[in-house]
């Protein structure tokens, strides 16, 4: 190791996964996760019991990532930290721990937001867009369009009124009687499935979303169809989560097509845990060739949450002295 190293600890614990990962010199060296699989028997994440889960894995996975770089505490410049959005608890659990380790190392403190992390994933590894370029940033809570001018200059210039595309899929699962979450499950199924009913889509004026109406749609649909007959969802589940996806998908590249198309941009990205959907991958590798777009989505391990992307966003901040004090708090809403 030399003076110039930058070596940097990311935390990642804003929903369920317990996150840690090792950053030197902007190269990722670990990526440790922990998934708490126990919320599937409640059907979404009990807040509660999420951040019980983190205090318990915390230690553990910090420890995992620090010898998987074989990498001493000691050696670390800087830990940054997920500060929201998110479940305040889990937060809570995140920060706690990255404040009390900084302190006692006496290096800085850098803290992220969240959803601009899911943006800078995209530099974690090439290739990389280049600037400015359009994000589609969608998973169970978030459903943005941003336009990203640098890596610490963002702006939403289209968001979700109500739900997230991600919570649409977990939605449907649970109407379906499928496990949480259920965006993976709807998306294997729907391979072996053909899309042959038709839901509308919503409507929402300029770039914003809407998932709330489909969602309701959806169950209607549903209801009437087994009022019929008892076993239509079994009978037909595997064109019924391939109609929902394409009309899930299919809505979320219109209005990513109308924002290149007022922006003039096109340079194209998607992050967030529902990028990691085959048919919005898909649809949106078709569209850039057919547009003229150059197109970017992130390795599978890094749509989901995971401290690699904390980690990366750290650096652009570390690289202008954006440091915090040990007096911020969690924030479960965090404007970029």
Same mark, same amino acid.
């Given at each position: 190791?030399?003076?110039?190293?930058?070596?940097?600890?990311?935390?990642?614990?804003?929903?369920? =996964?317990?996150?840690?990962?090792?950053?030197?010199?902007?190269?990722?060296?670990?990526?440790?996760?922990?998934?708490?699989?126990?919320?599937?028997?409640?059907?979404?994440?009990?807040?509660?019991?999420?951040?019980?889960?983190?205090?318990?894995?915390?230690?553990?996975?910090?420890?995992?990532?620090?010898?998987?770089?074989?990498? =001493?505490?000691?050696?670390?410049?800087?830990?940054?930290?997920?500060?929201?959005?998110?479940?305040?608890?889990?937060?809570?659990?995140?920060?706690?721990?990255?404040?009390?380790?900084?302190?006692?190392?006496?290096?800085?403190?850098?803290?992220?937001?969240?959803?601009?992390?899911?943006?800078?994933?995209?530099?974690?590894?090439?290739?990389?867009?280049?600037?400015?370029?359009?994000?589609?940033?969608?998973?169970?809570?978030?459903?943005?369009?941003?336009?990203?001018?640098?890596?610490?200059?963002?702006?939403?210039?289209?968001?979700?009124? =109500?739900?997230?595309?991600?919570?649409?899929?977990?939605?449907?699962?649970?109407?379906?009687?499928?496990?949480?979450?259920?965006?993976?499950?709807?998306?294997?199924?729907?391979?072996?499935?053909?899309?042959?009913?038709?839901?509308?889509?919503?409507?929402?004026?300029?770039?914003?979303?809407?998932?709330?109406?489909?969602?309701?749609?959806?169950?209607?649909?549903?209801?009437?169809?087994?009022?019929?007959?008892?076993?239509?969802?079994?009978?037909?589940?595997?064109?019924?989560?391939?109609?929902?996806?394409?009309?899930?998908?299919?809505?979320?590249?219109?209005?990513?097509?109308?924002?290149?198309?007022?922006?003039?941009?096109?340079?194209?990205?998607?992050?967030?845990?529902?990028?990691?959907?085959?048919?919005?991958?898909?649809?949106?590798?078709?569209?850039?060739?057919?547009?003229?777009?150059?197109?970017?989505?992130?390795?599978?391990?890094?749509?989901? =949450?995971?401290?690699?992307?904390?980690?990366?966003?750290?650096?652009?901040?570390?690289?202008?002295?954006?440091?915090?004090?040990?007096?911020?708090?969690?924030?479960?809403?965090?404007?970029?």
């Amino acid at each position: 190791m030399t003076d110039k190293d930058v070596i940097i600890l990311g935390i990642e614990s804003s929903c369920d =996964d317990t996150s840690a990962a090792i950053l030197k010199n902007g190269k990722i060296l670990a990526n440790c996760v922990a998934t708490q699989d126990l919320h599937k028997a409640y059907g979404g994440v009990v807040p509660e019991v999420a951040s019980r889960a983190h205090q318990i894995s915390i230690v553990p996975v910090v420890s995992q990532a620090l010898e998987q770089a074989n990498i =001493d505490k000691s050696a670390l410049t800087a830990i940054a930290v997920t500060r929201g959005p998110g479940l305040l608890g889990s937060l809570l659990v995140g920060l706690s721990f990255a404040k009390g380790m900084a302190l006692s190392l006496n290096i800085p403190l850098i803290e992220i937001n969240h959803m601009q992390a899911h943006v800078l994933a995209h530099f974690i590894e090439e290739p990389k867009p280049q600037f400015p370029f359009l994000c589609l940033t969608v998973s169970g809570g978030h459903t943005q369009i941003v336009r990203v001018r640098g890596p610490l200059e963002m702006e939403v210039i289209g968001t979700t009124i =109500d739900d997230a595309a991600g919570e649409a899929f977990d939605k449907t699962g649970k109407m379906l009687g499928l496990d949480y979450p259920a965006g993976p499950v709807i998306d294997k199924l729907a391979q072996q499935g053909i899309p042959r009913f038709e839901f509308p889509e919503p409507k929402v004026k300029a770039l914003d979303f809407s998932f709330s109406g489909l969602k309701t749609s959806i169950l209607y649909f549903l209801k009437r169809e087994l009022k019929e007959n008892p076993d239509f969802i079994t009978e037909n589940l595997n064109d019924i989560c391939a109609s929902v996806q394409i009309r899930i998908v299919s809505y979320l590249m219109n209005k990513l097509r109308k924002a290149s198309a007022e922006t003039g941009i096109t340079e194209i990205a998607v992050a967030g845990g529902v990028s990691a959907n085959s048919e919005l991958r898909k649809q949106l590798t078709a569209t850039g060739v057919e547009l003229g777009w150059n197109t970017y989505v992130p390795k599978i391990e890094y749509c989901t =949450d995971n401290a690699a992307m904390i980690a990366c966003a750290a650096q652009f901040k570390y690289e202008k002295g954006e440091f915090v004090g040990q007096d911020i708090v969690p924030l479960s809403r965090y404007a970029m």
